[in-house]
Every structure is written in C-alpha cells, then in structure tokens.
C-alpha cells in the first residue's frame, strides 16, 4: 500500500504465535536509495523481494535496512536480504539492540518463564502452525553483524529526511522513524492498530511498559499525518490526537 511518494507499507502473510496473521515493514525510496524498515520473520526473505518489486522497486536497489528493534519477527530475515541481494545490505539499529542482534545475548524477553510458556502455547496449536513455528524457532541462530548505530534525534540523510526516535520500553533500544517529508511515523512495536484503533503495544510483550507509555510522549513533538504500525498498519485518523491522550 502506497502511504505518500516513495513510502510503501509492505503486507505480508506470517505464521505468528496466535494464528496465521500480516506484518507491515515499510520501504521507503528515492532515486539514490531504497532502505527497508525491519525484516520479519526467517524464511521471508523472498516474500519481501517479491513485495519490493511489486512496490516498483528493484530488490538490488535496497543499500539498508534499519531494525526498530530486535524481536524475532523483525530480525528474522535480515541475513536471507543479505544473502539474496547482489549488493551487501547495511544493517542499522540503535546500539541498545546490537548485542541482541548479532547473538551475543539473549533476547529480552526470551526469560526461561517465558520460553516455558511459549512451549506451553505451543502443546495447544494445530499441528500446521505448531510445525510452522517450530521451523521459525529453529532457523533463529543467524550470524549478523550491525553496521551502523543508530542514535535518538540524529537524521538520516536518506528519502527526504528520516529522524530517528529513541522509544525504549519494548525492548531497550526500540526505535521509531520519522519521514519528515511526508509526515509519516514508522512507530515499530511501540504502537499497534487494533480494530481500527491506534493503541499501545500490549503490556505482556514489552520489557518495561511504564517506560514504554513514557516513550510516546516523545511522540507528541512530531506533526504526523501517517502511523505505520507493525501489527495493525497504517492509521490517519488525527494520530497526533490520540497519540496524546495515550502519553498523558
């Protein structure tokens, strides 16, 4: 779905934790440069080509991909992009997430009582999507490298601007984007929509969410006139309003 010129919000099919269901990176463009935002699931990584191409877009364009944070289904496919793209794409990400992306610590959330759960969940899902989400646990060990940190307030000098926005509270380093030409905030996990609604990310998946309400505050600076959710899409429907009912 085109958002403004040169923003797509891409939407691809996954297999997540509660059911077949959509994720919503976004490719953003001009003639020098094509940079993905975040990279889903493993095994996507030819799903993303083919979405790029249909956005009008030559995969061998993309130069970057930032990570707003390092999640499985953000992560998932950043080596396969790497491996299937003539040109070595950068990876960037705030220096929160480094560790947790190139392997050398655990994710956040991945606790032992929540692996526990997650294997508990599991028991209960169809055999289809249990067998789904088993090859996605098992294709998780990637070698990565961040080429690039990322920090809060710095603009990239790509597509007409993007700011970076430090949001921690998910994960530590979450970050959102702001694409100063078209008004347009890529809010990563720290907002969802839901029925049609624009909300904050659900308590039980965030490290810190009393942190993760503060973080939107931060929001409220910006003039937006698009949210690109991750899991929901895109929301115009007076976002600065509601973005600051949600902070105060």
């Not at 970076?164 to 905030?185: E, M, N, R, V």
Request: proline content about 6%; hydrophobic content about 40%.
């Amino acid at each position: 779905m085109q958002v403004a010129p040169g923003v797509e919000m891409l939407e691809l099919s996954a297999m997540l934790m509660n059911g077949p269901g959509t994720l919503c990176p976004t490719l953003i463009w001009n003639r020098e440069n094509a940079v993905l935002v975040d990279a889903g699931l493993p095994g996507m990584a030819q799903q993303f080509l083919e979405a790029i191409r249909q956005a009008g877009v030559s995969p061998e364009r993309l130069t970057t991909i930032v990570v707003t944070h390092h999640d499985l289904d953000h992560i998932g496919s950043l080596g396969g992009l790497q491996r299937l793209t003539s040109n070595r794409v950068k990876i960037m990400a705030h220096a929160g997430e480094v560790p947790y992306i190139q392997g050398e610590l655990r994710p956040i959330k991945m606790t032992p009582d929540m692996m526990a759960q997650m294997e508990e969940r599991m028991k209960s899902l169809p055999e289809e999507q249990r067998q789904a989400l088993k090859a996605v646990r098992e294709s998780m060990n990637q070698k990565l490298t961040v080429d690039r940190t990322l920090a809060d307030s710095e603009v990239l000098p790509f597509c007409g601007g993007i700011q970076i926005i430090h949001t921690p509270g998910h994960t530590p380093g979450h970050i959102c984007l702001y694409l100063q030409a078209s008004k347009t905030l890529i809010a990563g996990d720290s907002l969802f929509v839901e029925a049609g609604k624009l909300a904050p990310a659900p308590a039980f998946i965030n490290a810190d969410t009393p942190l993760a309400l503060r973080s939107l505050e931060k929001l409220t600076q910006f003039d937006i006139a698009n949210v690109i959710a991750y899991h929901g899409g895109l929301f115009r429907d007076s976002p600065n309003t509601r973005i600051k009912k949600m902070s105060s």
